[in-house]
């Protein structure tokens, strides 16, 4: 509903426009709904966060919570000038970004005026109404709202979706020598690491040592997309599925480590994900992300890019696979992996360059050791 079709006083229209309030959110009190200049005043104040829009992304790009945070602007509204002394503090924008992420996974009570809509709402519903409901079997359906880190996936999802064009290469990977280089190092690994190695293990060390020589896909593009920002290591980020959503933990410079030194590191995010105690240092700064979904079976998928990452290498089941070999029909493990990438930086020969690096790579695994 537009705010000129709204039922308010003068009085609570002069206080909105004053505190920064959309009267499309207030429940009036009034008569009909009637908006009265007691509602402005009492608007879901001790939740709603009254941030400039500069100061909200430069807040959101390095994960921190404002609850609580009343800023230099006029009524309390937090500013540009805020934010940056905020987060200019280490300490207490580590305290900040802890309760950034403690907020993603705590569900958020409703509102006082979703509460009241709510309870209008059902106030409304006429006996023909519950009558016609009654007819269908209870428990068919089940509605409930999502979680927080469900919305912050979805933001960001949808930000990543709709902000970047990107193509997809799909291409099959031989996983003979990988899964026989495996069958060798697993007794090995475990005695020096107490950690069992897992074919994730050698595609990740393979995509890191390949993305050293491909700069373009190991990249970031800032948000306005006038800068590109080439590291010269790899964080690398390794989707984690869990009943919550989604996390991304990060390998921070994996390409510093030995293959031990890797699966180590990588077993001890990944529990700490599933355990819920991963920090909040430890989900960010990623510059390439794998998701495998190859453990469920699934032939063949693309992901979505983990924003501002320049690329995404989605992993599927390996299958045995009726193939030409050596000029004879052979059965052989293959596996299928896809690349998706951000069209404003990498077009689709610098994704198949460093697509046929990693398959060879993936098929001669010798190489990440020599």
């Known amino acids: 509903m537009e705010e000129t079709k ?83 503090d280490p300490e207490l924008k580590a305290r900040l970004t802890s309760d950034y992420f403690a907020e993603l996974s705590t569900p958020k009570a409703p509102s006082q005026a979703t509460a009241k809509m709510q309870n209008t709402t059902q106030q409304a519903v006429t006996p023909s109404t519950s009558a016609a409901t009654q007819s269908q079997p209870a428990g068919e359906t089940e509605i ?23 193509f997809t290469q799909t291409w099959e990977v031989d996983m003979t020598e990988m899964l026989a280089l495996r069958a060798k190092l697993l007794d090995p690994i475990r005695e020096k690491t107490g950690k069992k190695l897992t074919v994730t293990d050698l595609i990740s060390m393979s995509v890191v040592r390949t993305l050293l020589k491909h700069k373009y896909i190991n990249a970031s593009l800032n948000k306005e997309a006038t800068e590109i920002t080439f590291h ?44 819920k105690k991963l920090l909040p240092d430890e989900q960010s700064g990623s510059t390439f992300t794998i998701s495998n979904l190859g453990m469920y079976g699934v032939d063949n998928f693309t992901a979505i890019i983990n924003m501002p990452n320049a690329a995404i290498l ?35 020969l610098t994704g198949a360059k460093f697509m046929a690096d990693l398959k060879a790579s993936m098929e001669n695994p010798l190489s990440l050791f020599i």
């Open 6 to 88: 709204l039922r308010a006083t003068p009085a609570a229209r002069a206080l909105a426009r004053r505190l920064g309030v959309d009267l499309s959110n207030v429940i009036g009190t009034g008569y009909k709904g009637r908006i009265h200049r007691d509602d402005v005043a009492g608007f879901n104040f001790e939740d709603k966060i009254h941030i400039s829009p500069l100061a909200k992304r430069i807040a959101e790009d390095n994960q921190i919570s404002l609850k609580g945070i009343r800023g230099s602007g006029r009524n309390g509204k937090i500013m540009k000038d805020d934010v940056i002394k905020l987060i200019s």
């Open 232 to 275: 010269n290591y790899v964080n690398l980020g390794i989707a984690v599925g869990m009943d919550e959503g989604l996390l991304v933990p990060v390998v921070k410079n994996a390409d510093k480590m030995s293959l031990s030194e890797f699966v180590v590191a990588i077993k001890d995010l990944t529990e700490r994900t599933f355990s």
């Open 144 to 166: 409930v709202a999502l979680s927080q880190m469900r919305k912050i996936i979805s933001k960001r999802m949808t930000e990543s979706f709709y902000s970047a064009p990107t």
């Open 314 to 348: 989605s992993v599927a089941a390996t299958k045995d696979t009726l193939v030409a070999y050596n000029g004879e029909p052979k059965i052989r493990p293959i596996m299928k992996m896809s690349l998706t990438c951000d069209h404003r930086i990498i077009d689709g």
